[in-house]
């Protein structure tokens, strides 16, 4: 629901404004909510303060730290042009850039307030996901995100998001009081590849036949031997990492985190890559190397879009057709049609996941940590590749030329995030 909220001069015809008022809104083909000059219920929802005659500027100058106490939303003036609105609400626009706070006018034909008025109401049910979650940094940052630093301050208050530090040691404690089930590990996998199946409707998965995982079952590697060795015994470590972070996520009250994960190598001889990508999948947002601006980008992107996100880097970009792959060695597994299971890229020991994402249109997307910047792009996934040399997941996406500019000259770090269809113009609105 929207809630339409007044401003009037006192010096205009209360039934002559209220008749126009009356004909004005039922001409816009919207619900609403009208609340008069009564501002007590402000910010609830989306709130309109439809600046109904000239004269008003100074009524909205006294109302503003009410209107501050109340909501974080954007101030949204909606005028009809008639009785000097359109200036007085062109004053108070002005006067809230001049004191550093964001605001539009709503004006123009019907269809087009209407069509705003959607476009901004999706923005707002995204900025109510984002207040008030918690997202887990568990470990620091990997050392290499030399340029992906993060205010917590600016975090929340712009976006209501609280960051919870968990030191790695205590994921590690978790992990060793859990016992590897090797039996119960198997069976889940291939419970996940079924869900994967039932989505695209069918099997185009190369990594094996119906019933349990067995020597038989093929890796999404290209290759047609069985699933190697490493990753069959990796498999119940890597289902008790995602037991162990699913705990963390229930203690600390988490929406998501992103993990140190490379630490992960060396402490217990696996990767994280598995338990991300069912954790995404279940709902929460999961990202890799401890990068927090990733990990924001991510929980950004699911609030305007509802789905998950790839976190992945461009591997090779060619600046004369706009074709960038991106690869990872994780990716949610409700983003994918199929999945096959091989080591972890860099390292060759774990569990990593070789992801069959659908082509059509997607989003890529990333804020900077401290919100300054961000950039977003509309193309097409193209197709999934399978190269020995990246990444087990891999992406080939189009994009319009000019962003290959942005990657080469001016990117927010190497991360960035693919979702599926189109995002940009929610999320413009979100970062305004």
């Known amino acids: 629901m929207i809630s339409i909220f007044?401003?009037?001069?006192?010096?205009?015809d209360k039934a002559a404004v209220d008749a126009a008022t009356k004909e004005f809104l039922e001409g816009l083909g919207i619900e609403y909510s009208f609340k008069g000059d009564d501002y007590e219920d402000y910010g609830t929802e989306l709130s309109l303060i439809f600046v109904r005659t000239g004269g008003t500027e100074g009524l909205f100058k006294e109302l503003l730290p009410t209107l501050q106490g109340l909501s974080r939303q954007p101030i949204l003036l909606l005028t009809s042009g008639k009785s000097n609105s359109l200036a007085a609400?062109?004053?108070?626009?002005?006067?809230?850039?001049?004191?550093?706070?964001?605001?539009?006018?709503?004006?123009?034909?019907?269809?087009?307030?209407?069509?705003?008025?959607?476009?901004?109401?999706?923005?707002?049910?995204?900025?109510?996901?984002?207040?008030?979650?918690?997202?887990g940094i568990v470990g620091h940052p990997s050392d290499w995100?030399?340029?992906?630093?993060?205010?917590?301050?600016?975090?929340?208050?712009?976006?209501?998001?609280?960051?919870?530090?968990?030191?790695?040691?205590?994921?590690?404690?978790?992990?060793?009081?859990?016992?590897?089930?090797?039996?119960?590990?198997?069976?889940?996998?291939?419970?996940?590849?079924?869900?994967?199946?039932?989505?695209?409707?069918?099997?185009?998965?190369?990594?094996?036949?119906?019933?349990?995982?067995?020597?038989?079952?093929?890796?999404?590697?290209?290759?047609?031997?069985?699933?190697s060795t490493p990753v069959k015994q990796a498999i119940p470590g890597a289902n008790r990492l995602y037991k162990a972070l699913l705990t963390l996520a229930t203690d600390y009250g988490l929406s998501?985190?992103?993990?140190?994960?490379?630490?992960?190598?060396?402490?217990?001889?696996?990767?994280?890559?598995?338990?991300?990508?069912?954790?995404?999948?279940?709902?929460?947002?999961?990202?890799?190397?401890?990068?927090?601006?990733?990990?924001?980008?991510?929980?950004?992107?699911?609030?305007?879009?509802?789905v998950s996100g790839f976190q992945a880097n461009p591997s090779s970009i060619d600046p004369e057709t706009g074709e960038i792959v991106f690869s990872h060695c994780t990716v949610p597994l409700d983003m994918v049609s199929s999945f096959g299971l091989d080591t972890h890229f860099e390292s060759g020991i774990g569990v990593g996941i070789r992801g069959q994402l659908p082509s059509g249109p997607v989003t890529v997307f990333k804020v900077s940590g401290d919100l300054s910047r961000h950039f977003v792009c509309e193309g097409e996934l193209l197709r999934c590749e399978a190269k020995?040399?990246?990444?087990?997941?891999?992406?080939?996406?189009?994009?319009?030329?000019?962003?290959?500019?942005?990657?080469?000259?001016?990117?927010?770090?190497?991360?960035?995030?693919?979702?599926?269809?189109?995002?940009?113009?929610?999320?413009e609105a979100l970062l305004a």
């Not at 990657?407 to 960035?416: A, M």
């Open 6 to 12: 007044t401003l009037t001069s006192t010096l205009h």
């Open 89 to 135: 609400s062109m004053e108070i626009l002005s006067y809230l850039r001049q004191e550093g706070l964001r605001g539009e006018i709503l004006h123009g034909s019907p269809s087009y307030i209407r069509s705003r008025i959607e476009a901004l109401s999706k923005v707002e049910e995204a900025r109510r996901f984002l207040e008030y979650k918690t997202l």
């Open 145 to 227: 995100l030399i340029s992906s630093g993060f205010d917590r301050d600016v975090i929340l208050d712009k976006l209501g998001i609280s960051l919870q530090y968990i030191p790695m040691e205590e994921l590690l404690e978790e992990y060793s009081s859990l016992k590897d089930e090797v039996a119960e590990s198997w069976k889940e996998v291939q419970s996940l590849r079924s869900a994967c199946r039932s989505l695209s409707g069918t099997d185009r998965s190369l990594s094996g036949a119906e019933g349990p995982l067995n020597d038989t079952d093929r890796s999404l590697s290209g290759a047609e031997g069985p699933l």
């Open 256 to 306: 998501g985190l992103t993990i140190r994960c490379f630490d992960l190598l060396t402490s217990i001889h696996n990767t994280g890559c598995l338990a991300l990508a069912r954790l995404n999948s279940e709902g929460y947002v999961a990202g890799c190397e401890g990068d927090v601006p990733a990990m924001l980008s991510m929980m950004i992107g699911r609030a305007v879009s509802g």
């Open 388 to 427: 020995p040399d990246l990444c087990r997941t891999q992406t080939v996406l189009k994009l319009p030329r000019s962003a290959a500019s942005y990657f080469l000259t001016e990117p927010i770090g190497n991360h960035h995030i693919i979702l599926p269809g189109h995002h940009a113009t929610v999320l």
